[in-house]
Each structure stands twice: as structure tokens, then as C-alpha cells.
């Protein structure tokens, strides 16, 4: 059965589950082809770097033939309706990965006959979440639930609005640390219910967080906002005063590329609590579990005997 990756719910928490552990098995063996023999589209209409990167690496290291495709040099560039080129391509691939602006775009391109994964949109950031529960278990060495994860900066971006997801998925507990005009629509935030609090003060936005997230005040597509944007969000960057308030132990996660000096600053960033490179390490590996799951339809591979 075609199974899509649109957002982190279209996962069970099971399913989730099984997706990270088959992350630990394939990060500690790399090259594991099981995918030899399958094609994967990987469509970028956005500016990339580790998505593509990753999932490029990935779909090489599992045996399978990458096709990077740039909106503007193939007919998406020229108009040709979404829904036309999923088709297509499923009958040429085995899966297509996609990077673009709204969730109407990637419904239009759920319409092909082979698992889509969202590889960001204006509304959500779920593999990279995905990725960063795993870093986050990973690097504390305990299951996320039950932990205190913080996002800070602007709540209603991309990521924060996977986060809100992930709380409900993995049941952990979230604070939205930020200026209480920058928040996820309500309905997302009704659907995570108490797991999901929120926090319009930055000296105390940390109390008692094992992880602090945050993520570029200006993403792509708002840089006419930029000025205003960076006003807004005065006061919330995550350096060591706004970190005092987080367990002594917690660590510090940003999905990349950083605007030094705004989120957060440089001493931060390669501080001792940064997480930040091993966290973009493990966008391969788990993109890749995710990939072997759907193209499976659902199903994980049971290792070798």
C-alpha cells in the first residue's frame, strides 16, 4: 500500500518507532542496500543543502539511483501542473522526495502512485523533526518521552509547527518560547492539547528544559520582512543568560544554516551543549530508514541473519 510522508502524523507512534530504530541499525551500517535496484526523485524548488545532500547520500548508500531535478530546469518550471509530473514520474521512480512552499503542492504531488516525502513546506519541517527526536535520544541516551523540549524565536515557523506534531507523536512536553504574535495556528496547537505550553518571557522560557530548540528568525521567502522580523525577536537569542534557566545537562539543537548573532550566538553554536553537527549528521540516517519504510509500504526489513 503507498504509504506518504506529508507530515509527522501520517506516522503512528509505532511506525515512528520503527523508523528510528531501523535509523540506529543503518547508522551503524551505512551501506546497506536495501533499496538496490530502485529510482528516487528528489524535486528541490527551495534552496537546499543538507536536505539534498542527505537524501542524495542516502539513496547511494542504500543501493538506490538518485535523481536531483531543479524545479527550473525541468517543466515544473514552465507550468506543468504538479499532479501531471507525479504521475510521471511514478511511473519512472520508486519514490519522490519534494521540497517546496505549500501543502496544496505536495497533496498535487501525492497524487502519483509511489510514496511522497516532504521535505519542508510553509507549514511543516517533519523529517528534519524526525531526525532531531532521534538526535535528542540519541545524545541523551533515554526515550523522549516525558522530556521538556523547548523551541525559541518564532513559533509559528515551519519547524515549530513540526514540533507541535512531534509533542503529540513522541509525548513530550513543548514550550513555545517566543513573542506571542509568532505562534502555530490554534487548531494545531488544540490537536497536541496539554503536551503543548507556551511562554512570551525569554528569563524564564528554559526552566527546566532538556532541549532547546530554535531556527532562523527570517526564512526563506520572508527576507522583505527581515528588519521588522528582527525587531520582533529582539531579546530571544539563545546564548548562555537564557540557557541558565534549562537543566545543567541540556543540550542545544538548530536545524541549520544559523544566522549568527540573531537565534543564536556564535558561543552557543560551538559550545559545549551544541548537538547542531551530529544533528545534521543524522539527516541521512534517518531519512533513509524513512525511505526503506515507505517504499516497503510500511514495513521495515529485518536484518540479515
Not at 530548540?213 to 548562555?240: I, L, Y
Request: aromatic content about 4%; glycine content about 6%.
Amino acid at each position: 500500500m503507498k504509504r506518504d510522508f506529508l507530515k509527522l502524523a501520517d506516522l503512528s507512534s509505532a511506525e515512528a518507532r520503527q523508523v528510528l530504530d531501523l535509523a540506529v541499525r543503518l547508522k551503524r551500517e551505512p551501506h546497506t542496500p536495501l533499496l538496490a535496484g530502485r529510482s528516487v526523485a528528489i524535486i528541490m524548488e527551495k534552496a537546499s543543502t543538507r536536505t539534498r545532500v542527505s537524501f542524495d547520500v542516502g539513496c547511494a548508500q542504500l543501493g538506490a539511483h538518485p535523481v536531483v531535478i531543479n524545479a527550473q530546469g525541468s517543466q515544473l518550471g514552465r507550468g506543468e501542473p504538479i499532479r501531471d509530473t507525479a504521475r510521471v514520474l511514478s511511473r519512472y521512480c520508486d519514490a519522490i522526495v519534494y521540497r517546496t512552499s505549500s501543502t496544496s503542492k505536495l497533496v498535487d504531488m501525492a497524487a502519483g502512485s509511489v510514496p511522497v516525502v516532504n521535505a519542508l513546506s510553509d507549514d511543516g519541517h517533519p523529517v528534519q523533526v524526525l531526525c532531531d527526536v532521534f538526535t535528542v535520544e540519541e545524545q541523551l541516551r533515554a526515550p523522549i518521552a516525558g522530556m521538556r523540549v523547548a523551541f525559541v524565536g518564532d513559533c509559528g515557523c515551519n519547524m515549530a509547527r513540526s514540533w507541535v506534531e512531534a509533542a503529540a507523536l513522541f509525548d513530550f512536553q513543548l514550550v513555545l518560547a517566543g513573542p506571542p504574535d509568532h505562534s502555530p495556528p490554534q487548531a494545531e496547537l488544540d490537536r497536541a492539547g496539554s503536551r503543548v505550553s507556551r511562554v512570551h518571557e525569554p528569563a524564564t522560557a528554559l526552566a527546566g528544559c532538556d532541549v532547546v530548540n530554535t531556527d532562523v528568525w527570517t526564512s526563506m521567502g520572508q527576507e522583505a520582512e527581515a528588519d521588522e522580523r528582527t525587531e520582533a525577536f529582539s531579546g530571544w537569542t539563545v546564548d548562555e543568560t537564557m540557557l541558565r534557566a534549562a537543566k545543567p545537562g541540556a543540550i542545544v539543537l538548530h536545524c541549520l544554516p544559523a544566522h549568527r548573532g540573531e537565534e543564536i550566538d556564535d558561543a552557543t553554536l560551538e559550545g559545549p551543549r551544541s548537538r547542531v553537527w551530529d544533528q545534521a549528521e543524522n539527516r541521512l540516517h534517518v531519512q533513509k530508514a524513512l525511505l526503506v519504510f515507505l517504499v516497503n509500504g510500511g514495513k521495515v526489513p529485518k536484518p540479515a541473519p
